[in-house]
């Protein structure tokens, strides 16, 4: 990478770390997108000071072409727009190229969800005679009764749990805190967790809440990993991935009459329109029901 190209990243970065308070995961993506487009522009021989609309539109093609889906695509076109926005406010160029891009449709990528037969049976996999298994329980409750997500999950302290008041304290995106409601479920097995479980592996005195065997905090991918070994016990292999409990979360509650801005606000978007996608989810499988069982269908 030319130095002035890394330069500019690095100050782009302390940009949206400082002025918008971007959390590491969501600087990662960033960073990942705007060095997907310097490889691509090395290849081209093609200076970043002289990049042009047809430049970025050519990029965007290819990766759409290489199986980077509709939602990976829109995020990719954000953080282009990002990036040639502050290129602009510092002087760094005179136009900005990335000024009309359009994201596509995510109409096309409706979140998955799980039917709440689903969620049970995935909730009663985990063997409750075993230590783990009365964390890992846990782990699904609170992750499907709060609908958080997994970094979310991962960064809980105990400090931020409130369960004979029912709620939680949650850092989301940005370090944006919010407080979530924890269910009569997630909140008794939590408990049984914090009680019986954690302090047999809590060796260091650790604030973090959900702890391995080892007593160390859990990465993303080792909550993946047990969503995806009980998905799997659960036989649904193909419907699990890390946001499936947040996004049945959502899905439920909009089914059964909850107001948009009320779930906005449990989920912790900024945006009301990043919500809107679970009406359409709620619409689709309705159409589905309709479908299936209304005689003249």
Known sequence: MPAIQEELLKIYCDYLAVEKGLSPNSLASYSLDIKKLFDHLERK????????????????????????????????????????????????????PAEGLSSPSLWLTLPRVLTIEEVESLLEKPDLNKPQGIRDRAIL???????????????????????????????????????????????????????????????????????????????????????????????????????????????????????LRAVQMLLGHSQITTTQIYTHVSRERLKQIYDRFHPRA
């Open 45 to 96: 021989k093609k200076s970043l000071l002289r990049v042009n609309e047809s430049d970025l539109v050519e990029f965007i093609h290819l990766q759409a072409q290489s199986g980077l889906s509709p939602r990976s695509l829109a995020r990719l076109i954000s953080s282009l727009k990002s990036f040639f926005r502050f290129l602009l406010l510092e002087n760094h160029i005179r136009k900005n």
């Open 141 to 259: 409750e609170v992750m499907y009764g709060c609908g958080l997500r997994v970094s979310e999950l991962i960064s809980l302290e105990l400090k931020d749990v409130r369960l004979a008041q029912g709620f939680l304290i949650c850092r989301g995106k940005g370090s944006k805190e919010r407080i979530v409601p924890v269910g009569k479920a997630a909140a008794r097995w939590l408990g049984k967790y914090l009680r019986e479980v954690r302090p047999l592996w809590d060796i260091k005195g650790s604030a973090v809440i959900f702890l391995t065997r080892r007593g160390k905090p859990f990465t993303r991918q080792g909550i993946w990993k047990i969503l995806k070994t009980y998905g799997q016990k659960a036989g649904l292999k193909d419907k699990i991935h890390p946001h499936v409990l947040r996004h049945s979360f959502a899905t439920h509650l909009l089914e059964r009459g909850a107001d």
